[in-house]
């Protein structure tokens, strides 16, 4: 993470990510990552989202603070549609789009269909191969390498979120008081105890994550 205050000015990142890809159209941009989850905490990285037309593949990088997420726009599609072609780590982040709108930093005009499109898609019709991702990725972190890492806190982000979607059917990235502290204290000190508190509550929401999968989900 870079120690220097993140750019957080939308015509200046436009301007940095409209010279960093200039042979490709920028489609979009938005704010993911904690901004995008209203999980930002003191040492929270900054994160964008850039969807590009005419670029192919994915590409990650850093600059002044902010990490860059890149997609073709086709990529970003197959996120959205958890093709497994895309790496499990980007398609945990695909609920993102949810929140784009609150969160853009930029839209071309030219595609102001595309991107309303995606927004509006429903997010639950791939809530099962959502699932299906949260649990593989978590549960080779936690379970099989026995790793307890910030990350993590979006096991309990999701779990906060399927408690809403039982109860309204609606899948929300606002979460209640309570989670949030949970959530919050786990960011805050996941590094600063080594008794295994932390890991056993993960992979028993981690638990929980799976048995509605498999009760739940299974059935609709």
Same mark, same amino acid.
């Given at each position: 993470m870079n120690q220097n205050k993140p750019i957080l000015d939308k015509e200046r990142l436009k301007t940095i990510?409209?010279?960093?890809?200039?042979?490709?159209?920028?489609? $979009?941009? !938005?704010?993911?990552?904690?901004?995008? !989850?209203? @999980?930002?905490?003191?040492n929270s990285d900054v994160d964008i989202t850039v969807v590009l037309s005419?670029?192919? %593949?994915?590409?990650? @990088?850093?600059?002044?603070?902010?990490?860059? $997420?890149?997609?073709?726009?086709?990529?970003f599609?197959?996120?959205?549609?958890?093709?497994?072609?895309?790496?499990? !780590?980007?398609?945990?982040?695909?609920?993102?789009?949810?929140n784009a709108k609150e969160h853009l930093v930029y839209l071309n005009p030219l595609f102001e269909n595309e991107f309303n499109e995606l927004v509006e898609t429903d997010f639950t019709s791939y809530l099962d191969k959502y699932l299906d991702t949260v649990i593989e990725y978590y549960d080779q972190i936690i379970n099989k390498d026995n790793m307890l890492v910030?990350?993590?806190?979006?096991?309990?982000?999701?779990?906060?979120?399927?408690?809403?979607?039982?109860?309204? %059917?609606? !899948? @929300?990235?606002i979460l209640?008081?309570?989670w949030m502290k949970r959530i919050d204290e786990l960011k805050t000190n996941w590094d600063k105890s080594d008794d295994g508190t932390y890991l056993s509550t993960l992979r028993q929401f981690l638990l929980?994550?799976?048995e509605i999968r498999d009760e739940v989900l299974q059935h609709e």
């Open positions: 990510v409209v010279n960093m890809f200039p042979e490709h159209e920028v489609m $979009f941009i !938005y704010f993911c990552g904690s901004i995008a !989850y209203h @999980t930002t905490s003191s005419g670029f192919k %593949g994915l590409i990650h @990088t850093s600059l002044e603070g902010i990490d860059i $997420f890149g997609y073709g726009y086709e990529d599609c197959k996120r959205q549609e958890m093709n497994s072609n895309i790496p499990l !780590y980007n398609r945990l982040h695909a609920d993102d789009i949810i910030k990350r993590a806190y979006h096991i309990l982000r999701i779990r906060a979120i399927l408690d809403t979607y039982l109860e309204t %059917g609606d !899948y @929300t990235l209640s008081d309570d929980e994550i799976k």
